[in-house]
């Protein structure tokens, strides 16, 4: 795996440089269209293995409904949401068990219910992922995030927003 000009990165430093690409919430939505396209078609890649869960957790933040700090017009549209949750339903490779919290994250973000027409997915598509997320053990408040809306616990803020926040301080979503 290689950067800039050419030199080799640690797999740390990558996983860093994607949970950064996706913790830009005011991106345009053609440039988080490219960047999650590139992480959908990297996912298949065995070499790109150990940066699955970056990957995934790139493209879930890119997708989510609802966003930790950027405005509501600055969601990707349903079409896109749906089209990346198509792709993660898929793929149907042994990897995905392994990662299955990472991956169920991924589909949670991307078709978490919100109550509004212009973020929400389709009922039809929501079932595919509480199917999905069901089979592979996903955490009840995840699937209740994705049949029902609501707001996420600290500990799924910490998933979400990648780090945990310092003493004292609390994110509102």
Known sequence: ?????????????????????????????????AVAEACLQALEKKKMEPLRPALLWTIGRLGCRVPVYASLQQTVSIERAMAWIDA???????????ESSAYCLA?????????????????????????RMNGLGAPAMHLDLVERGGRLDDEQTAQVVGDSLPLGFALRT
């Not at 000009?5 to 939505?29: D, F, I, K, W």
């Not at 589909?107 to 199917?131: P, Q, W």
């Open 1 to 33: 795996m290689l950067i800039g000009g050419g030199t080799q990165a640690n797999t740390n430093v990558l996983a860093e440089l994607l949970r950064l690409l996706g913790s830009l919430e005011r991106l345009r939505s053609a440039d988080k269209s």
């Open 88 to 98: 993660l339903l898929a793929i149907d490779a042994p990897w995905i068990a392994k």
């Open 107 to 131: 589909l949670m973000l991307l078709a978490r219910k919100t109550g509004d027409r212009y973020r929400d997915v389709s009922e039809k598509v929501r079932g595919r992922v509480v199917e």
